[in-house]
């Protein structure tokens, strides 16, 4: 594994020149019953890390889901999102399934604004990039 390294570092790089959205992954807080307006509120939100470059696109063998959540009709669709590998996470931090990642910035404008439910996540050292699966739930 002696020459492995320089050979990662321009895997990773080349990974990174792909990464042309930006994007934001936080855990959004249970939400709260407020008496006095009778409403429940969107708990707080905590970003897992800076914001930052990333690579959202479709699994291409996802043909997409149509689930019923109450009395609305939801269709799942399957993405990867690779964030560059050195990312770093809070100490004693894992991204779990809930978790989201929003999609900030992209040459795609129809991207922007996208919230993907994270639904795992793969953590390598050989890896070129981290790589999480998530899901649109529009």
Do not use: N
Request: include cysteine; glycine fraction near 10%.
């Amino acid at each position: 594994m002696k020459g492995l390294g320089p050979f990662l570092a321009r895997g990773r790089q080349a990974h990174e020149d792909l990464m042309t959205e930006q994007v934001r992954l936080y855990r959004q807080g249970e939400d709260v019953f407020d008496r006095a307006t009778g409403q429940t509120v969107p708990g707080p939100q905590t970003d897992l890390c800076e914001p930052g470059p990333a690579r959202v696109k479709p699994v291409a063998q996802a043909t997409g889901t149509e689930e019923q959540a109450g009395e609305r009709e939801v269709s799942l669709r399957d993405y990867e999102i690779a964030l560059p590998w050195a990312t770093p996470l809070p100490p004693g931090t894992r991204v779990v399934p809930g978790d989201r990642v929003e999609v900030l910035a992209s040459d795609d404008a129809r991207m922007v604004g996208l919230v993907l439910y994270v639904t795992g996540a793969q953590y390598g050292g050989t890896a070129t990039a981290w790589r999480i699966t998530a899901e649109d739930r529009t």
